[in-house]
């Protein structure tokens, strides 16, 4: 008695998992989540070093074979071919010409040029040491920004700030995203639509001095010597993508 009850138990639950799997398979299909930034044309959105940029809802699962080939399952080898069999006499098959591509037809109207365009500003142009509130007399280089996007179709704007190594890494992350929200937020305010500004913080890991600011004395913002030595690395990248037209 008590195995048919363990075996009708082992069942129901067999049966619930199967059920359960197909409800967040049918879930998943219906919200159709996908992991990257994508422009009006379903296509996705690169860096200018060709990386596809990764939104909030990304997982490992989402990976797809243009944007992160290395995470997709590796495809078992091909089964060997099977020996042909013996070819039965037949008449012999003329062969057949191949087809020419049909010509190419210039789309009407003006033609669409892509554009990549990546600005570096320095940080301590718009902002003040260890700050994240844009300085006024700065604004002028945003607002030239800005007034060269005229002419886009834009697709997307990604704003990655970056800090010096001053102070600790936990703290440097959130100020460069600070200062790249900061940007973004400028932005907005200046008839930029919300949703085509992405922000970025890599905080102090992607520096530009490399070797050229070591052994200047104290790590902290009171030695003058080294902030000024490190002021390259204080900057905010903006890179534009979309299309303009001839």
């Not at 990386?51 to 909030?56: D, E, F, V």
């Not at 060997?80 to 087809?99: L, Q």
């Not at 102090?204 to 070591?214: E, F, R, S």
């Given at each position: ?9 082992g069942a ?22 996908i992991?990257?930034v ?12 060709g ?11 989402m ?14 080898p ?55 509130i ?51 937020a ?31 004395g ?13 002021a ?15």
């Open positions: 008695m008590i195995n048919k009850m363990t075996k009708t138990t129901l639950m067999t049966i619930s998992a199967i059920a359960l799997s197909s409800l967040a398979t049918t879930v998943a299909a219906q919200e159709g989540v992991g990257y994508q422009d009006t044309r379903g296509g996705f959105i690169k860096t200018a070093s990386l596809c940029i990764r939104t909030g809802y990304w997982t490992p699962a990976a797809n074979q243009e944007c992160d080939p290395d995470l997709l399952p590796k495809a078992p091909p089964a060997a071919p099977a020996a042909p069999a013996a070819p039965r006499s037949a008449a012999p098959v003329a062969p057949v010409a191949p087809v020419a591509p049909a010509p190419a037809v210039a789309p009407r109207g003006a033609s669409v040029a892509p554009v990549t365009e990546k600005v570096t500003l320095q940080a301590d142009a718009l902002f003040d040491f260890d700050k994240a844009i300085r006024a007399d700065a604004s002028t280089k945003l607002d030239d920004l800005v007034g060269r996007l005229k002419g886009i179709n834009l697709e997307v704007i990604i704003a990655i700030g970056h800090t010096d190594r001053i102070g600790s890494k936990a703290y440097n992350q959130k100020l460069s995203m600070r200062r790249a929200e900061a940007v973004k400028y932005m907005v305010s200046k008839g930029i639509p919300a949703n085509r500004v992405y922000t970025e913080g890599k905080g102090p890991t992607q520096p530009v001095t490399a070797d050229k600011c070591k052994k200047m104290a790590e902290n913002g009171r030695n003058k010597k080294l902030v000024a030595c490190l390259a690395d204080r900057r905010v990248e903006i890179e534009v993508v979309g299309t303009r037209t001839k």
